[in-house]
Each structure stands twice: as C-alpha cells, then as structure tokens.
C-alpha cells in the first residue's frame, strides 16, 4: 500500500533532520515554500508538518515559523544522535576526573553519548571548543566557565546555541555577563566556614590565598571577608595573596618565603581550595615548618588530596561526582522535557581533619 503523501513529505524532511540537513534550533521552509517544492497542497503539508510536531521533530512558534525541536531524541534509539557537549577547563587533573565521571555514568544510563573537551582554562582553547561542538550538532552542552572573574572574548558563542535550541549548563561557575543556569558549590559560604572554623579555633591573624581570574576564587574571598565582618574583626590587606593561572606558582613561592622568613606575622591560611594548600604545605616542609604545630592550613573541595595521610587536611565538602550526576540529569530534562533550567548552589560544611592548631585550648 503506498504511502499517504502527506507521510512520504514527513519523512524526508524527518530524514534531513536526522542527517543533521536540519539541525535543531534551524528556522525550516515555511509552508508555502514547502508547498511549492513538493507540489502539493497547502492542507497536505499541514498534515505533514503536524505530523512532525507530534513526533517531536518540530515545533511551532507563533508568528515565527517552524524549528527543527529536539524532543525527537528522548524517543530515538540512535545514540549516535543523542550527543551531549562537555567542555571542562582540566579532564585529568584535580576534581575534575570525579565530576567527569557523574556526568558520564548518568549520560550513559539514559543512552545519550558524550562528547568531552577541554580549554585549559584558556580563551583560545574554549573558543575552538565551541566552535567543535556547534559542528557536532551536540543536543545539549555542559560547561564549566574558563577565566570566570575576567572578560571573555568568545561570549559571543553561547547565544548561537540558544538560537538553535540547545540547552546550555554552566557548571562550578558562571559568566556573569551570560544569563545563563548553573550549579555549583556555595562558594561564599566554603570560603566563610575555612576562615569561622579557623577564628572558632582562636586564630586571629588569618591569611587568604585565592585566585582572581575565576569567579570561584572571587566567591571564596566574599566568604572569607564575611566571616571576618560576623565576629567584628578586621582583616589585613598584606595577609590577602591572589595569584592567577599563570602566576599561580610564583604566588606560591611568594608566600612560602614570607612564612618560612617570617616577614608575615599569621598564625593561619585559607587556601582557595586544596591543590594549592598541598602546594604550599609540601614547600613549607622543605624549611621544616610543621603543620600545624607552626602554621594551621584549611583548604576547600575536599579532594583526594585533602585525604592523603601525610596531609590530613581540614577542608571544605565539594560532592563532585554528585554535582555531575545533577547536571547530567537537568541537561537532559532540558531536552526531552523542555524544563527551564535554574541555577542551583550545593550545600557545603567543614570536614574536620588534623592540620588546624586549636589556639583556644592552649
């Protein structure tokens, strides 16, 4: 039995969407053109385009026309259709690997593939990044901001994925400038509990170590100063180091040459997360300053570093396979539910080890 005509106009124009001729967020023919191309009538390619509609391939926006939706992909099998973009600044280092595997272990169980790049945390990387992904034909992109707290010339990019109605998350930071949805730790209130927990142990003279050129390090800051203006004490601007991801080991030296000549007279640093307060520690041991008999040492995220036996850090919660577990899940509610997304902060709290001197008690 042949095909009713209105079918066989369905399926090509299905067929060109699926061989990326139509890509998602694509502004399609209007009716009248399509009428035009086949030769039919206007009621037959109604048909056609509601049927189309109806599958989830198309959508209708009144006043606008019809665009290539993605709704199709939660209902298609074919994985090599259901690709969500992942562009990270590190893949191996750090956190990273753990957020990686939250996102990639979730992707996997709702049979959508995973497409994964990094920036480095630098502009040009990120920008060819974008460029890879728009070319992918992604359904869905995951990212996590490069150089957050300065200006980004590749900006630009994330509206042609709007435009194409592929839905976007920020993860760990955000681009302010972008109103765009994100999920992250509490940034503030992971700087603010280093820095309490630090003044409930009696320091006083708290150094901060953090990075400006990512908004994190920016956040974590906000909560340090916080916790000093809760307990109506004052801060000290020399006490404040800020590095950025080139000066990032000369900031380092910087620091432990000051403790380790006493030209800084603390009792205590905040480290803007726990690679660089492992950094530090393993210098300052080289002057044979001990931790935290001479010097006390709270970092953030909880890494694996945090955990290793010789360091024993008191740190900061950072559920980072958790985070990418969540974001896997709302990218994909996003697609195939066409939930707005929202931007959400994770809980965070003290993770009490040994390289904090209680001054209280002394």
């Known amino acids: 039995m042949d095909k009713p005509k209105y079918q066989i106009v369905a ?26 191309r086949y030769n039919l009538s206007r009621y037959t390619i109604r048909q056609a385009m509601d049927l189309l509609v109806s599958e989830g391939y198309i959508k209708k926006k009144k006043g606008s026309g019809s665009y290539v939706s993605n709704k199709y992909l939660s209902s298609n099998k074919d994985k090599s259709l259901k690709k969500i973009g992942v562009i990270v600044t590190y893949l191996s280092e750090y956190i990273f690997p753990n957020i990686i595997r939250g996102i990639e272990k ?34 869905g992109l995951i990212v996590e901001p490069t150089k957050s707290n300065v200006y980004n010339p590749n900006l630009s990019y994330y509206p042609l994925f709007k435009q194409r109605d592929i839905p976007i998350l920020m993860i760990n930071a955000n681009y302010e400038e972008l109103n765009l949805p994100y999920i992250a730790i509490d940034d503030v209130k992971s700087g603010y509990l280093a820095t309490q927990y630090l003044i409930d142990q009696g320091h006083e003279k708290i150094a901060l170590i953090t990075k400006i050129d990512d908004n994190q390090g920016k956040l974590r800051m906000k909560g340090y100063f916080n916790a000093f203006e809760q307990n109506d004490k004052l801060f000290k601007g020399e006490y404040i180091y800020t590095y950025n991801t080139e000066s990032r080991q000369k900031v380092i030296e910087q ?70 577990t969540k974001a896997a899940n709302l990218i994909i509610e996003a697609i195939e539910k066409e939930n707005v997304l929202k931007s959400e902060l994770i809980d965070t709290y003290i993770i009490e080890r040994s390289s904090v001197k209680d001054l209280k008690n002394i």
């Not at 090509?12 to 035009?36: S, V």
């Not at 593939?113 to 990044?129: F, G, M, P, V, Y």
């Not at 480290?271 to 950094?279: H, L, P, S, T, V």
Request: with cysteine.
């Open 11 to 36: 399926d090509e124009i299905k067929e060109k969407i699926i061989n990326k001729n139509y890509h998602i967020g694509m502004l399609l023919p209007t009716e009248k053109q399509f009428q035009d």
């Open 106 to 139: 979730e992707l996997k169980k709702q049979g959508y593939s995973l497409i994964l790049a990094s920036t480095n945390n630098n502009h040009e990387d990120e920008k060819q990044c974008l460029e890879m992904m728009l070319n992918q034909g992604v359904s």
């Open 255 to 324: 620091i432990v040459e000051h403790i380790s000549n006493n030209n800084i007279n603390i009792s205590a640093l905040v480290c803007y997360n726990d690679e660089i307060a492992y950094d530090i520690i393993h210098q300052l041991w080289q002057y044979n300053i001990k931790i935290p008999q001479d010097i006390s040492i709270v970092g953030e995220d909880n890494s694996i570093l945090s955990r290793l036996k010789e360091l024993n850090l008191t740190t900061t919660a950072h559920p980072q396979e958790l985070l990418g």
